[in-house]
């Protein structure tokens, strides 16, 4: 089996776990590799402050929380995301309101942002999905004029580029998953950015139960989504390496390009030219035919290559039923993308002879549908 990913470990990462072991840091409480973490991984993304916490999904959560959003809010999200975006929305009480994808990069449709805010729209969550950053000076141009604050879904992106600025630089916070199918992965794990003071210290006063003084009274409502030194130490150890790994990713997006460039039957990515591209994972979608997605998928399953689908839209979601500006907001791309997109096997350590044997596949499966 070609896997659609795995988790590429081969650099410092056991020395620099086996050291947060022997130095006892095994709490998200105290020791030197979280603080280490989020100072460097900042850096890397160009902003003043970095907050870890457990996953992606606890990135998201908290940062609406920290923005003030809440009951009665409505927050813009793309369609076209993991359900873990509009989730974080949804579990702070205010609702989600999808805007749907546009059908050269898949990124949520700026034109249509404008129409969709009303006196009650507080935020937007782009999210630069698969690895092609939103154009992050057009949203901000629009949410600028709107007041809206502007949380970045980098989950799938770290080291994606807008005009050479890399994303998780362009609002008011931004949000990074390390799962273990990410960029750079901690096993579980994310990360806020911001350049606010103020955003950072109230996310950080969050993320820990919202202890001050006294320790054991508090004034405010927090959650415990502290990362370990476990998994920072992991993650300081991955970042050492994310230039090889970002090469590894645009080397795949390159190579699955030049050989699946003359497949009619398929649209591939591609990469505007403001745009840096990382690939996260190698998207594409299949165009009406007598092979459909589901065929495509079902028979490269059968050669022993692993594919997912697109994500499935917000105003589809069933568990979002209860808000009706979520269900009954019109997404007819991200629907479309749902029908017939799926992604390729896009593991760093995938191989030139196995993407040549998921492009030959490809077009096998074709060539005997049209027959």
Known sequence: MIPVFEPDLGGDEAALVSEALRRG?????????IPQFEREFADYCGCKHGIAVTSGTTALHLAVAAAGIGAGDEVLVSASTNIATALAVHHN???????????????????LIE?????KTKAIIPVHLFGHPVDMDGLREIADRHRLVVIEDAAEAHGAEVRGKRVGSFSHLACFSFYANKIITTGEGGMITTDDDALAER??????????VPRFRHEVAGYNFRMTGLQAALGVAQLRRIDEILRLKKGLGRMYSERLADVEELQIPIEMEWASHVYWMYGVRVKPGRVNRDRLAAELKRRGIETRTFFCPMNLQPCFAGH????GTACPVAEAMWEDGLYLPSSNRITTAQIDEVCGAIREIFRSGKA
């Open 203 to 212: 996310c950080r006063l969050l993320r820990n139960l919202a202890f001050t």
């Open 93 to 111: 009480n205010a609702v989600p309101v999808p805007v749907d994808s546009e059908a050269v990069t898949w990124n949520l449709d700026l034109n």
């Open 115 to 119: 129409r969709l805010i009303t006196p």
């Open 324 to 327: 009706a500006r979520c269900v």
């Open 25 to 33: 840091e095994i709490s998200g409480s105290f020791g030197d590799f």
